[in-house]
């Protein structure tokens, strides 16, 4: 593990308070993608339209008992869209961020506590290396991260 005191101070506090703002009833996330100190943008788990899930208190993917990455109706049948790909839609130019870094914060609803197991969908990391992400890092707790660095077609 590495420190996040390399980390601008900023980038924490923006996946902090992007994160609150995220749509899923069990679990929040936060991304933001960086290219040295400039933040390129940031996202959350957010609901295109309507109200949140956390919101109605309810999750469609749970109703149909959709077990995360056990069938592809997990993606036809959650209504949010997944922190990474907000953070890339919001970009102003895709060109920029050719070898930047994807921090990730995920934050477990019923405890609060972060979760560090967090990692891309597969579907995800196609769009993440198709714009020229090389890193992603999971962030651990305020002063830690896990980095994965891309070899080839994966992260590792």
Same mark, same amino acid.
């Given at each position: 593990?590495?420190?996040?005191?390399?980390?601008?101070?900023?980038?924490?506090?923006?996946?902090?308070?992007?994160?609150?703002? %995220?749509?899923?009833?069990?679990?929040?996330?936060?991304?933001?993608?960086?290219? $040295?100190?400039?933040?390129?943008?940031?996202?959350? %788990?957010?609901?295109?339209? #309507?109200?949140?899930?956390?919101?109605? #208190?309810?999750?469609?993917?749970?109703?149909?008992?959709?077990?995360? $990455?056990?069938?592809?109706?997990?993606?036809?049948?959650?209504?949010?869209?997944?922190?990474?790909?907000?953070?890339?839609?919001?970009?102003?130019?895709?060109?920029?961020?050719?070898? %930047?870094?994807?921090?990730?914060?995920?934050?477990?609803?019923?405890? $609060?506590?972060?979760?560090?197991?967090?990692?891309?969908?597969?579907?995800?990391?196609?769009?993440?290396?198709?714009? #020229?992400?090389?890193?992603?890092?999971?962030?651990? %707790?305020e002063t830690t991260y896990k980095e994965y660095?891309?070899? #080839?077609?994966?992260?590792?």
């Amino acid at each position: 593990m590495t420190t996040l005191y390399s980390l601008n101070e900023k980038i924490y506090e923006l996946l902090s308070d992007n994160i609150k703002k %995220s749509g899923c009833i069990f679990r929040g996330y936060a991304s933001a993608i960086v290219n $040295g100190e400039d933040v390129l943008g940031s996202g959350y %788990s957010l609901i295109p339209t #309507g109200e949140r899930c956390n919101e109605i #208190g309810t999750c469609p993917r749970r109703e149909l008992q959709n077990k995360y $990455g056990e069938h592809i109706e997990f993606f036809e049948s959650c209504r949010v869209i997944h922190a990474e790909m907000s953070a890339i839609l919001s970009c102003n130019q895709i060109a920029s961020c050719k070898n %930047s870094t994807l921090y990730l914060l995920g934050i477990n609803r019923s405890d $609060g506590l972060i979760h560090k197991d967090a990692f891309p969908c597969s579907l995800c990391i196609r769009h993440i290396i198709y714009v #020229g992400i090389n890193k992603i890092r999971i962030v651990q %707790s305020e002063t830690t991260y896990k980095e994965y660095t891309l070899q #080839g077609d994966r992260f590792l």
